[in-house]
């Protein structure tokens, strides 16, 4: 579920000044422990004793996720202290569902970054936390069930003399919160984000976790008005109104450049996007977006299918035995998912955006996004040395020191994998191409199922 550089992103984050030229400091940088001179302190008024205390402001980007504003209240007359999470990234295009299946003490340990559009259920406790009923927050899935006994905790001296039934009744339920946290039957924690900013710890990173599953839904007009996104209804209050036919010809804009602002996806910094609409040779035409940051050199590039779904989808299965195999050009659009079995590594079709490059171009985009987003400060030495071997075997990989098979996968159909054969009536023996028909969980993530094609212009 996190922000990727593009395989040709520059990681050095510094470029040179000109004279007399200096630039904005990105507003967004990697968490860590020494990070005090982009902390804010604003007076504010204590919601305890109404004395004037002190919020503290952090913005900073989660590894595996994306960026946030830290928040910490303390007064100093009455020592009331309040930490809140608000995400300074934009609402996703879909909201995000998150099941985990906690089996251990140590699965109490997992980082939860939870926004205020979430929701949180524990089945096994009739436990329903619904949308913006808290504050967003980072906390630990321990600290999500300590929150929820101190709050049914509260006024509990006052129960036990007015309502003594009723307090004996939520201390049973308390108990009942306490023996989840000591983990004698597994449990499950679901967490439901319609912004999509939300976010659990897979600390088998970059391997899957079974006991981990995300998936992605389509939000609902409902939804949509509870995050302040509405329709216009009015055809003539619609901001892009369609051109007149023939205003516009293809052929112009194959050859135009198209630009627009944007912020950068690094820093949050204003710059602007480069679009271009080509052709991919033996394929289709795609939409190719490039984006090159003034304040901190942060460049990605973005593909964006020119055409619609395919009537299948395709899985690739590329070896890597030599120099020659990492040349390939690749086209990956962003419903499609890598997996290197070998590694047991897999990245989800939200992980990389689409991007045109090469095999080799993937591997590094891979192996930048695992080392520059790992919690370097907070990890514990395990999970240090963990990732740190997967990295060392990923650049022999790099190396060609193990032979290894690269599989992309695209329900869409929208992705390309270059033959290095030159004639076609002799087969690529290192490249496997299969088209398979998709499944309905397929279709649902695509939103093919509730696709109209015919009848559409009717009110439904």
Not at 182 to 196: A, K, R
Not at 244 to 258: C, K, M, Q, T, Y
Request: with cysteine; hydrophobic share 35%; aromatic share 6%.
């Amino acid at each position: 579920m996190s922000t990727v550089s593009a395989a040709s992103s520059n990681n050095d984050t510094s470029p040179p000044e000109s004279a007399g030229n200096v630039r904005p400091e990105p507003i967004f940088r990697e968490i860590n422990a020494e990070q005090t001179d982009e902390i804010v302190e604003i007076e504010s008024a204590c919601m305890n004793c109404f004395e004037t205390g002190v919020t503290r402001l952090l913005p900073t980007k989660i590894p595996f996720f994306r960026e946030v504003v830290l928040m910490s209240f303390k007064c100093d007359h009455c020592g009331h202290i309040n930490n809140e999470m608000q995400s300074a990234s934009e609402i996703q295009k879909s909201g995000i569902r998150i099941e985990l299946v906690v089996q251990s003490v140590a699965d109490l340990n997992r980082r939860v970054v939870r926004s205020d559009n979430s929701s949180i259920s524990i089945p096994e406790v009739e436990l329903e936390i619904p949308v913006q009923s808290q504050k967003g927050e980072v906390t630990t899935v321990e600290g999500i069930i300590e929150r929820t006994i101190a709050g049914l905790s509260q006024d509990q001296e006052k129960r036990r003399i007015d309502h003594p039934e009723t307090a004996a009744s939520i201390e049973r339920y308390i108990e009942r919160f306490h023996r989840l946290k000591e983990v004698t039957t597994p449990f499950h924690l679901l967490l439901e984000d319609i912004s999509g900013n939300s976010f659990v710890e897979n600390p088998l990173a970059p391997a899957a976790d079974p006991q981990l599953k995300t998936s992605y839904f389509t939000r609902s007009q409902q939804q949509n008005e509870q995050l302040g996104l509405y329709e216009q209804n009015h055809e003539d209050q619609h901001l892009l109104k369609p051109i007149a036919e023939d205003s516009w010809p293809i052929e112009n804009l194959h050859g135009e450049v198209l630009q627009f602002p944007t912020n950068c996806p690094s820093c949050q910094a204003p710059c602007e996007t480069n679009m271009k609409l080509t052709n991919i040779p033996h394929f289709k035409e795609v939409v190719i977006m490039a984006t090159v940051c003034g304040a901190c050199g942060h460049k990605t590039n973005e593909v964006k299918s020119g055409g619609g779904v395919e009537a299948q989808g395709v899985r690739f299965r590329v070896q890597i035995a030599s120099k020659e195999d990492l040349t390939r050009d690749v086209l990956k659009s962003e419903t499609c998912s890598l997996s290197i079995p070998e590694l047991d590594l897999e990245v989800g079709p939200h992980a990389l955006c689409g991007r045109f490059t090469t095999v080799e171009g993937l591997l590094v985009a891979m192996r930048d996004q695992l080392d520059g987003t790992l919690f370097h400060d907070s990890a514990d030495v395990a999970t240090k040395q963990q990732m740190q071997r997967f990295l060392d075997t990923f650049e022999d990989v790099m190396n060609l020191k193990r032979v290894i098979t690269l599989v992309l996968e695209d329900p869409a159909g929208n992705t390309y994998v270059q033959s290095l054969s030159d004639d076609d009536s002799e087969p690529d023996d290192k490249l496997t191409v299969e088209r398979y028909d998709r499944s309905y969980e397929d279709n649902e993530d695509l939103g093919l199922n509730d696709m109209k094609t015919e009848g559409y212009e009717q009110k439904a």
